[in-house]
C-alpha cells in the first residue's frame, strides 16, 4: 500500500517532517525513555520511506529546505547515522532532478517537425527485428515513466510536472508521424503498398511481443486520414480492418482490455487508455467524502486509482532481454525526420485530388 500514497507522498512528506520538527531535536536519542526513542525511530523511518518515494518533480524547494533543515538538527543533536541517511537520500533525488532539467530532450513540446524523411530501406530489414528495435526503445522509455507523474498527469495534463510521461508520448507520436511519412513519400502506388503491407508485418510482431505501445503507434498511422483516403488493394484494407478490431474503442476497448488481461509480462500497454481511466476516475470521485464525523478522504477513489497504477507498476518490473542494432537505431534515427500534419495532407491531396473517383475499393 505505500506505493498507493505515491501520488500525495509530497503533502505526506511535509506533514512527517512537521511533526519531527515538533519535538526537540537537539536531544540526543539516548537521552530520551524508551517509548520515545521507538516512537523518534519510526517516525524516522517512515519519513525516509516517503522521501525516497517521493518523484523528482515532487521535490520542491519549500520542501527540500524543510529536509535539509531536519539533517542540520539531526546532526547537531549528534545523530549521525540518521542524518547521513536522509542526507543520502535527499541527495539522490537532487541529482536525478539536476540531470531532468538538463535535459532538453525530456521537456520538448509534442510538435512534429516539418522536415523530409528517408523511405526506402525499410523493406532491408526484417519486420521481427524492427518490431523488437521498436520495443527496446518503447521499454526504455516507459521504465523511466514514474508513478506520481501519471496520477499527476490525470489531474493536472502539465508536461512539466510530468516530463518522462511527456517523453514517452512524444516518442508514440514521432513514430506515427514517421510511418505517414514514409509512406507517403514514395512516388508509385506500389511502393506505398508495399510499404504498409511491410508495416503490418512488423505489427503483427509487436504483438508478439505484447508491445500495445507500438502497435497502436503504426495503427494510428496506417488508419490516418492523408492515408486512408488513398487508394489500396482490396485485400490490404481487409487486413488493415483486422488489425484494427484490437483496439475498438467500441465496448470500452472490451477486446483489448481482455488482450491485456491474458498476457504474461513482460509488456508496454497502450498508456492512453490508462490515463483515460484515471482522468474518469479523478473527475467522476471526490477527493473527499462528508460523514457524520466530518469529511473523510474517499479510500473507494484512492483503491481505484491505486489498482490502475499498480498494473502499470507490475508491467515496468519486467523488461525485455533484446540486443541493440545499431543499424536499425541509425535508420530510425529517433524518428526525428517525418512531415508535419499539413505537409501529409498536401501530398495525399497531390496523389489522390478532391472528389476524385477511388480506383480501388476499401
Not at 514521432?174 to 504498409?196: A, G, M, T
Request: aromatic share 8%; hydrophobic share 40%; charged share 25%.
Amino acid at each position: 500500500m505505500a506505493d498507493h500514497a505515491q501520488g500525495q507522498s509530497g503533502a505526506h512528506g511535509k506533514g512527517a517532517l512537521e511533526n519531527t520538527q515538533g519535538t526537540h531535536p537537539a536531544r540526543s536519542l539516548r537521552e530520551r525513555t524508551p517509548a520515545d526513542l521507538t516512537a523518534a525511530k519510526s517516525t524516522f523511518q517512515l519519513l525516509v520511506r516517503v522521501v525516497d518515494n517521493l518523484s523528482v518533480v515532487e521535490l520542491e524547494s519549500d520542501l527540500l529546505l524543510l529536509l535539509i533543515d531536519l539533517v542540520f538538527r539531526l546532526l547537531i543533536g549528534g545523530e549521525l547515522g540518521m542524518a547521513h541517511v536522509l542526507h543520502s537520500n535527499v541527495l539522490s533525488k537532487m541529482e536525478k532532478r539536476w540531470k531532468l532539467v538538463d535535459s532538453p530532450q525530456s521537456l520538448r513540446p509534442l510538435a512534429a517537425k516539418g522536415v523530409a524523411a528517408r523511405p526506402g530501406t525499410l523493406l532491408d530489414f526484417r519486420s521481427q527485428d524492427l518490431a523488437e528495435q521498436l520495443t527496446l526503445m518503447d521499454s526504455d522509455l516507459f521504465c523511466k515513466i514514474e508513478l506520481p507523474e501519471v496520477l499527476l498527469w490525470s489531474k493536472e495534463q502539465n508536461e512539466e510536472r510530468s516530463p518522462h510521461l511527456t517523453e514517452f508520448t512524444q516518442h508514440f507520436n514521432n513514430v506515427s508521424f514517421w510511418v505517414r511519412s514514409v509512406i507517403i513519400l514514395q512516388d508509385k502506388p506500389q511502393d506505398r503498398e508495399k510499404l504498409l503491407l511491410k508495416f503490418l508485418k512488423v505489427m503483427k510482431h509487436l504483438r508478439k511481443l505484447n508491445n500495445f505501445n507500438s502497435y497502436l503507434s503504426i495503427l494510428s498511422a496506417l488508419d490516418s486520414a492523408p492515408l486512408r483516403r488513398l487508394d489500396w488493394q482490396r485485400n490490404t484494407s481487409e487486413t488493415l480492418e483486422e488489425f484494427s478490431s484490437l483496439i475498438d474503442s467500441s465496448s470500452s476497448f472490451r477486446a483489448y482490455r481482455a488482450a491485456l488481461a491474458e498476457v504474461e509480462p513482460p509488456c508496454i500497454p497502450y498508456l492512453g487508455l490508462i490515463l483515460q481511466d484515471l482522468t474518469f476516475v479523478h473527475l467522476g470521485n471526490p477527493d473527499t467524502l462528508m460523514t457524520s464525523q466530518g469529511p473523510m478522504v474517499n479510500f473507494s477513489k484512492c483503491w481505484q486509482q491505486f489498482n490502475i497504477l499498480d498494473t502499470l507498476r507490475s508491467f515496468q518490473q519486467v523488461r525485455y532481454s533484446l540486443q541493440r542494432d545499431d543499424d536499425i537505431m541509425s535508420f530510425f534515427n529517433d524518428f526525428s525526420d517525418h512531415l508535419a500534419e499539413e505537409a501529409l495532407w498536401e501530398l495525399s491531396l497531390r496523389i489522390r485530388p478532391r472528389n476524385a473517383s477511388r480506383t480501388n475499393q476499401r
